[in-house]
């Protein structure tokens, strides 16, 4: 009890200090809002800002709702941190084409400096050297169209893990959210380390729970300054746990490839890869063992969710779209007849599927609001200046359902892919499922390979049902943020096995 008085008493002081800290901070913010002319925004309560305003409601939605009122270029405080929001296909272009190297760094998240290893990964590293090295090598040597396309038996063998197993459920539904995501797992594990990692278990409860944690919008990441917080809300002890469970594995995991060092590494797995570039110099003389757990830590969580995620939706659209499920499966069949070994190489010509996929990341996109950026230096932005040191994010959630640039915009019409050439590389505003500019998403061929080939298995193999009685679980939309968009509830159907 006594403790109990004695921490509750230090907790008030923390709390006076920080009001009075923080207060004199917003006067200050205040001060500099006079001198230039921030984006419109709405009104804004002392110290916590507009914080107030993002409550209720998943932020993609809410910054949608504000941007309908303020505009496409919104300014929030949120806590200590100054928010750019943007709510525009030409306003993104902006950000990530004509200023792109202003806005290519990322903020240093409480979650990632943990996890990462500082933030050394790629996903979080500060635009630079270093993070501009890593790209390169992500890009050239561990996500390369080639080293993917190496990766087709692991795709096809966990395709057949995942097609036996819902053979194994024998007419009870199948809960697809966990299938998709221990298949994008196990291929990335495998990808990664060469071989399914002992502690399998282990690490994927570890990974998702960073997820859960790190979407950016904790309150320990609003008040950056006010370290203490990550200390009074559990975060950094909870961070500080995954981290080490990971690490443990991750360490193991580099032991044993150190200890098996393999003469080409060219062709081993990630691991191989990036061992081997540090030991040919390539990786820059400070890299250390850390930088490559990090590496590899940064693309499984940028990879496994959002692929997963994306697995969910396309499913749970088409079962809400009997037409466009049969015509996506009279493709696939009527291309794969009489195969009784479905290949990779075999999925290459699916149109249909293809436009499934496309639609699917445009209404139901893995990032909807891509990975924040932060704005390096002062910027003019029609008219509005940015400050520096801002975080800018694309609701790219909103632009891609946004009535401007497409028709029926809330709709799954897969067919509206048939009459533009819209692609993933970010060249288009209005379509950026994968981000753009410097860091847009070096995963695209590594993600969609999964997706389409895993896809055109379950529509060959099987028919698809909802669960009787289950009618409104099936075709449920809710959805569950984090740093990629989930289905709130898991995702289960009926498979009958097509003959
Ligand atoms: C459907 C699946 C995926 C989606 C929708 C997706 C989407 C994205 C988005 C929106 C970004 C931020 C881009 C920006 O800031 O402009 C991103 C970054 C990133 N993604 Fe993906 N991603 C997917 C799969 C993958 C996969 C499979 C990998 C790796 C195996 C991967 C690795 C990364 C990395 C490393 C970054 C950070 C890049 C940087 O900051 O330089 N992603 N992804």
Known sequence: MAALTISTVGLIVSVLFALVWM????????NRGNKIKLPPGPWKLPIIGNLHHLIGEHPHRRFLSLAKTYGPLLYLKLGEIDLIVITSAELACDVMKT???VFASRPQLLGSTIISYNSSGIAFSPYGKYWSQLRKICTLNLLSPKRVNSFGVIREEEGSHLVEAIRAANGSPVNLSKMFLSVAYA????????KECAHRQEFLMAMKETFKLASGFSIVDLFPSLGFLGDVTGLRARLLRLHQVLDEILSEIIEEHEEKAREDSADGDLIDILLGLRRD????????MDNIKAVILDLFLAGTETTSSTLVWAMTELIRHPKALQKAQTQVRNTLQGKTEIKQSDVSNLPYLKMVIKETLRIRPAAPLLVPR????PVELHGCTIPAGSRVVINAWAIMRDAKYWASPVSFEPERF?????DYKGSNFEYIPFGAGRRICPGVTFA???VEYWLALLLFHFDWQLPEGD?????????????TLNRKIDLCLLATPHK
């Open 23 to 30: 207060a004199r901070k917003f006067n200050l913010t205040r």
């Open 99 to 101: 200023h792109d190297i």
């Open 187 to 194: 291929t990335f594990a495998r990808a990664a380390f060469g």
């Open 281 to 288: 110099g390539e990786l820059g003389a400070s890299t250390t």
């Open 374 to 377: 932060v704005c390096s230096r």
């Open 418 to 422: 048939e009459a533009n050439c819209l």
């Open 448 to 450: 969609l390979s999964g």
């Open 471 to 483: 009618g409104f679980n099936g075709t449920q939309v809710e959805e569950v943020f984090g740093l």
